[in-house]
């Protein structure tokens, strides 16, 4: 059942009836605008392309036309451009796109034996999945899936491993993908179908030539923010607009830009919020994160002490969803270090709120995947929503959540058929339900994350005492005005 057919917890007035007010419908009608700035722009909406342009412009344009003060601050981006791309096997050559953060090979390659790592739950993962002298000197080829490219590229790295191919897990070429960190060995991705190609060639010798260079480009986020509410403890909350270049984005990310950009419609421009709300939507998440970690080291130690806390809305609606919380006290030890104070409170929020909706939610890491990560790098507490990428749904997860076991969250991830097709609509409002109810609350009060009450009792104290003195005055003043007697004369 939609959470907005289901009975609403208690809590702030606001947070109610913003609940209430973003529907299916209303978000229903951005992911469809999205679709239709795609359709028109070559089937995509990424970073410098007239399709980004026009989203953002249309986010911006929604954002006036509500009231709100809005900005579209550029930040820089790098651009890699592929100066040889390809894995050859005798006489079979395939495109294999260096990763971002990935060195190059040395001009014609690097030559060494294929090497195909199991494809169990987590290939490459682990590093027993690369038995001594297994790919010293070779070239490992790991299915995607499990945990990051940078663990599998450090393990194979660490094996021996002279070069990484990354094969997807779901249909499409594997580009816009980043090992975050500067790795070891050069690490491409080739496609489903020329990964299940190379998984059949183990031992032949091959030769990967990766070689770019990097180009800075411009392009610019979006953000908005309540013209009510204290400056000094904002709430923030931000969604990616971009999408990759092989398709529209309508699940990545155009779920969780709609039901931002819903939620900051119907929340207006000049609610009656004790914290101020400022909304974002960032550019060139795809390529590493870009717009939203330039957006964080452009303020300044004490412009993000204004920020109370930042909420993270990354993929919501995936066809075959999960229901994940972002673990902020890393309970399920999933992360490896909880996230800043106030994160543990954030997925309780959350938690809380799809409970009450009969939402059965599991913690999902900060593996630094999505816009969160410069925020919680700089000690903001941090939390959002995820419905699952290119993971595998489990068999319990299944029975919990409904849909299909042994199949991805989202098989169109990062692909073409990434449309308005490929969402769960059902997911996307109950998801969209928790990103309003929270959203609003916070608005009202951040007490349990930072220690600062509601604006809202403060006022009310101040404004009584106020009143009272003000009544005191006209009283002392009557007091002692002298008294007029009408035709009397000095």
């Known amino acids: 059942m939609p959470a907005t057919a289901a009975q609403l917890p208690d809590g702030p007035a606001l947070a109610k009836n913003l609940t209430k007010k973003v529907t299916a419908n209303g978000i229903n009608r951005q992911l469809i605008a999205l679709q239709r700035i795609a359709d028109r722009n070559g089937g ?65 390659g690097v030559t060494g034996a294929l090497v195909a790592i199991p494809q169990d739950a987590t290939p490459g993962c682990e590093a027993s999945d690369f038995a001594a002298g297994q790919v010293t000197g070779k070239i490992a080829v790991i299915r995607r899936g499990g945990c990051t490219f940078e663990v599998k590229s450090a393990n194979a790295a660490a094996a021996g491993a002279v070069a990484v191919l990354i094969a997807n897990n779901v249909d499409g070429p594997l580009t816009g993908v980043t090992l975050t960190n500067p790795g070891k060995v050069p690490t491409g991705g080739v496609s489903k179908a020329d990964g299940d190609l190379l998984f059949t060639l183990g031992g032949q010798v091959a030769t990967v030539d990766m070689r770019f260079h990097v180009v800075d480009k411009t392009a610019r986020n979006v953000v908005a923010q309540t013209k009510t509410g204290r400056k000094d403890n904002v709430v923030m909350a931000g969604a990616h607009l971009d999408s990759v270049p092989e398709g529209p984005g309508i699940n990545d990310n155009g779920t969780g830009s709609g039901a931002l950009l819903e939620t900051a419609l119907q929340l207006g421009a000049s609610p009656k919020v004790g914290n101020a709300v400022r909304f974002a939507w960032w550019g060139a998440e795809e390529l590493g994160l870009v717009g939203s970690t330039e957006y964080v080291r452009s303020l300044s130690f004490e412009q993000q002490l204004d920020i109370a806390l930042y909420l993270n809305f990354d993929m919501i609606g995936s066809p075959n969803a999960a229901y994940f919380v972002y673990d902020g006290d890393n309970s399920d ?25 009969g939402v059965q939610t599991e913690g999902t890491a900060f593996d630094g995947r999505s816009d969160y990560g410069e925020f919680i790098a700089q000690g903001i507490p941090a939390g959002g929503l995820f419905t699952g990428a290119e993971g595998v749904k489990t068999d319990a997860q299944a029975q919990k959540w409904g849909g299909q076991a042994g199949k991805a969250y989202d098989p169109c991830y990062h692909s073409a058929c990434d449309t308005l097709g ?69």
């Open 44 to 108: 995509t909406r990424a970073v410098g392309t007239p399709g980004y342009e026009q989203s953002v412009d249309y986010v911006a344009g929604k954002l006036r036309g509500a009231g709100f003060d809005v900005a579209t601050p550029e930040f820089t981006y790098p651009v890699q451009v592929n100066d040889a791309n390809s894995a050859t096997v005798g006489q079979r050559v395939v495109d294999a796109f260096p990763l971002e953060e990935s060195p190059q090979t040395p001009v014609g």
């Open 422 to 490: 490929n969402v769960d609509r059902v997911a996307l409002d109950r998801n969209a339900d928790a990103l309003a109810w929270v959203v609003a609350s916070y608005g009202i009060s951040t007490e349990d994350i930072n220690g600062v009450p509601p604006k809202t009792a403060k006022d009310k104290k101040a404004k009584a005492a106020k009143r009272a003195a003000a009544i005191d005055a006209q009283s002392r003043k009557a007091a002692v005005a002298p008294t007029t007697v009408p035709g009397a004369s000095l």
């Open 333 to 357: 030890g999933e992360s490896g270090a909880a996230g800043p104070y106030g994160s543990a409170q954030i997925e309780a929020a959350f938690s809380g709120f799809l409970a009450s909706q």
